[in-house]
């Protein structure tokens, strides 16, 4: 899946990829307009450097730094929920246009699919999707879509409504 909004171009001799400092989780490489866009408050005086996104949903931080200095950011510092981490409703999926997991499933659970990611998939070649200052992976979510499309398919009871 490429991302559809991708500007991540300026990063740089970074590693693409580092392991989170707080449980190791492969973390990869987020622009820092997409920290500097969801973290609530920043601290003065943030280094220049490049930022990570760890999407372990048994781990608090959020965002860490290659510079072990800088300040690293966990769920409670970002103005939205993130998705990756969170194990009870609402559960974003897409930032963008909003859809939760809750809105895929129940469209599941009415009709037995999901109409979702081609809604999605619209917006994004009319050039509506802002992903680099909405979703905390600064990424495209339509990977994120298949994968609860995916889980609501076995999970979910259909009915029909
Ligand atoms: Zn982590």
């Known amino acids: 899946m490429s991302d559809c909004c991708s500007a991540n171009a300026k990063s740089g001799s970074a ?6 400092p707080a449980n190791g989780g492969r973390s ?28 372990a949903s048994d781990c608090e931080v959020v965002y860490f730094a290659l510079d072990a200095e ?19 409703d609402p559960i974003p999926i897409c930032y963008c246009f909003g859809f939760t997991r809750q809105d895929i499933w129940d469209e599941i659970r009415c009709t037995g699919k999901s109409t979702v990611a081609r809604r999605i998939t619209a917006e994004v070649e009319a050039g509506h ?3 680099e200052v909405k979703n905390p992976s600064g990424k495209c979510c339509l990977g994120d879509v298949t994968r609860a499309v995916k889980d609501g398919l076995t999970v979910v009871q259909i009915k029909n409504c």
């Open 28 to 55: 990869k490489r987020v622009d820092s307009l997409t920290v500097k866009s969801l973290v609530r408050k920043l601290p003065l005086g943030m280094p220049n450097t490049q930022y990570y996104f760890c999407e």
């Open 70 to 88: 800088a300040p690293r950011f966990r769920r409670e510092d970002l103005v939205v929920r993130v998705g990756a981490k969170e194990t009870a």
């Open 129 to 131: 999707c802002a992903c």
């Open 15 to 20: 590693p693409a990829v580092m392991p989170c």
